[in-house]
């Protein structure tokens, strides 16, 4: 049997909780605690600690792509819409029917936003950069206003480094 660890972060907009094994990170949530319940152990595989401290410098603005090793569980439909939105690239945005047509399965509008729903790797596989057809912000697992804040962060830091 795997062992399985957790690890919180406390970001800006809430508590995130990192699960993973040695191998690899599984999910990264938020978390409805208000305050970090898993910290750092001994035992805490690198592998978490790593997610910890690129998550840390993702929201300092310091990282805008991850690096660490993760599992998404999903079937093959899932896992290809998942690949596909870590293309969007940081602090840009694309829309469902963006990424059915990236995969060759422009009809999948409703399958794709289904497989978008299902994603545990939340800010690493960037669900938060899918908006509507309309450009209007479509729902977000960590609410609208995480979505929304995430997508201000990243037009901030780039904007930040382009005129710093």
Request: net charge positive; glycine share 8%; charged share 25%.
């Amino acid at each position: 049997m795997t062992q399985i660890y957790k690890l919180d972060y406390e970001s800006p907009i809430g508590v995130i909780e990192i699960v993973g094994t040695h191998e690899a990170i599984r999910s990264i949530l938020f978390s409805e605690e208000s305050k970090k319940v898993n910290f750092r152990q001994p035992e805490t595989p690198p592998v978490l600690v790593e997610c910890y401290n690129q998550l840390d410098e993702y929201f300092q603005g310091h990282r805008y792509e991850f690096t660490f090793s993760y599992q998404c569980a999903g079937t093959e439909f899932q896992k290809t819409v998942w690949s596909a939105l870590t293309e969007i690239p940081y602090a840009k945005t694309g829309s469902y029917k963006d990424i059915a047509v990236s995969i060759g399965k422009e009809k999948a509008v409703r399958a794709v936003g289904s497989a978008n729903g299902k994603n545990k790797l939340s800010i690493v596989i960037p669900c938060h950069r899918i908006i509507g057809s309309n450009g209007k912000l479509t729902g977000y697992a960590g609410g609208l206003w995480r979505k929304e804040w995430l997508l201000e962060h990243e037009k901030n830091m780039v904007n930040k480094n382009l005129n710093g």
